[in-house]
């Protein structure tokens, strides 16, 4: 099992940034891919950014490509989202979710492991 706890999240003005972070314990002996998701009230859960376990595959959603970057700290079971540019439609609950192996790190289907969540709020 993994445990995945998500971290700074908050309230930001339009065109503000935040840093998202979520460390995982438990089970991390092994090589897991890490994705960020996101749902807002009332719609389905998005896909928002994947990493893989090196860092060599990288995807993106297209509607926080060019804004969003994730990152991971393999020594310390960190994964990063640097959220810049932020607006009001990126106003959503944000998960960090973790899976073994490369393909299809875009489906939420695939991960098997979720953190709580942590709220990030976007004002105009």
């Known amino acids: 099992q993994v445990r995945l706890v998500e971290s700074g999240g908050g309230l930001v003005q339009a065109g503000g940034s935040l840093r998202l972070s979520c460390v995982a314990s438990g089970r991390t002996s092994s090589t897991y891919a890490m994705g960020w998701f996101r749902q807002a009230p009332e719609k389905e859960r998005e896909f928002v950014a994947a990493?893989?376990?090196?860092?060599?595959?990288?995807f993106y959603g297209d509607s926080v490509k060019d804004r969003f970057t994730i990152s991971r700290e393999n020594a310390k079971n960190t994964v990063f989202l640097q959220l810049n540019t932020l607006k009001p439609e990126d106003t959503a609950l944000y998960y960090c979710?973790?899976?073994?192996?490369?393909?299809?790190?875009?489906?939420?289907?695939?991960?098997?492991?979720w953190g709580q969540g942590t709220q990030v709020m976007v004002s105009s």
């Open positions: 990493i893989s376990w090196g860092g060599g595959a990288i």
């Open positions: 979710a973790a899976r073994v192996g490369t393909d299809g790190l875009t489906d939420r289907a695939e991960y098997p492991y």
